[in-house]
């Protein structure tokens, strides 16, 4: 059994596959802290978690080969003394994020872990630079920057034989913030997130960010893994029969959001203070006078490319009307603390809050059975249940990146065969008595 060493996790994990080991956690703990706590971070594993403990650390090793053969190995010790430490804040997110949503949504089913919107996670990392490492294994930058080198792609290979790259211009960008990165959150690597050495490439789909990394290879072409070739690429809704080579590979993540907590207040009148709800909901959504019931939601927002999130719509009423979430500060600082989000981009994802009343003639006579009162559903058509006296209205997030870029409005429009890149706007059904 090959995954007889693989660690000890955490519980309240969600678990897909218990080998390989794919887990996300509950909406309710990932959307709780900017920095999800290391044993609460999603865990995408293709294979076994190599079997290397605290003590072996020291063997292991880093070789490093240019396009002309010429080949550089350091020990982990090598990389924390001779390079500066980096460290930076970045969300990771695999391309199957949300793809439970695309098939339910759609009606159809797409190949691949039904993740939740739990596939996304993040936390403040450190370590050196790739691009630091590379020039000191004789790799010429400033060519490299101006575009003049042979070598296009940096592959990176894990212990375990997974292997990706990502084009050279990521590499050595100097905004780029390419890490080789030993350390999550303060603390040694876990052995689930590629102890004792991983890549992080920040803004770039996860699958890139390669666990237990102990081989980067610069050369003209991409890594000829079918992670990289035959796996995480897009195609269009109609086509099921797909030449992989006709997609280039997933690279830079497109934007994201989603709702990660929901919660019912109270009734109340229309004379309501709309001040204390933190919203002006009142004034601007009533369409009937008599009673509406608070609700709260909270989630994450999050673009690739290093593309900040300048605004999270929310709507109370299937998409009739809008208001607009609250974004927290979690990278802001303040009382003169440094700021906790370190990088040339923003790599981090933005959370978000939303306090509203949804007035009462906006939840619709709708058949559903289920008990609960809240449904926490991403379905697009509603199914038809026998009538138990509930009515229910559709909540809906959307965020907005800094280029401007949206998320689509359905899942249909953009389902794939691989489910990948689920980004359409994050809708939950929500339904109460009387
Ligand atoms: N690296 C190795 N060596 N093996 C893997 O299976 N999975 C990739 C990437 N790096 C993987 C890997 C994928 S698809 C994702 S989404 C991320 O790691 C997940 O990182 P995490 O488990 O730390 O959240
Ligand atoms: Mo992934």
Known sequence: DPFEHDPERDPSLITHTAKPRNAEPPGEALGARFLTPNELFYVRNHMWVPNIRDHESDNHRLTIELVDGTVK?????????????????????CSGNRRSHMSEASGRKANGLPWSAGAISNASWEGVYLADVLADAGFDLTEARNGLSEAQHVQFMGLEAYGASIPLR??????????????????????????PLRAIVPGYVAARSVKWLNHITLSEEESASQWQRKDYKCFGPNQTRVDWDDAPAIQEMPVQSAIT????????????????????VAGKQSRDDSLGREIYLS???FSGGGRSIIRVDVSLDDGLSWDQAILLPDCVSNNGEPS?????????????????????????????????????????????????????????????DDAYNTQPESHAATWNIRGNLATAWHRMQVCTAG
């Open 261 to 280: 907590g929901l919660r019912l207040g109270k009734w109340i009148g229309s004379k309501i203070d709309s001040h204390a709800l933190g919203n002006d």
């Open 299 to 301: 989630g994450y927002a």
């Open 340 to 400: 906790p989000c370190q990088g040339h981009g923003t790599w981090a994802w933005k959370r978000w809050q939303y306090a509203g009343l949804i007035p009462a003639a906006i939840f619709k006579e709708k058949l559903y059975n289920e008990s609960a009162l809240v449904k926490a559903s991403s379905n697009e058509h509603h199914q038809n249940k026998a009538w138990t006296g509930q009515r229910c209205t559709n909540v809906l997030v959307k965020a907005v």
């Open 170 to 195: 990521k590499a050595v960008d100097p905004f780029g913030d390419v890490l080789l990165a030993y350390s999550m959150n303060g603390k040694p690597l876990p052995r689930d997130h590629g102890f």
């Open 73 to 93: 190995v350091y020990t982990l010790e090598e990389l924390r003394e001779k390079f500066p430490k980096r460290k930076i804040t970045a969300a990771l997110q």
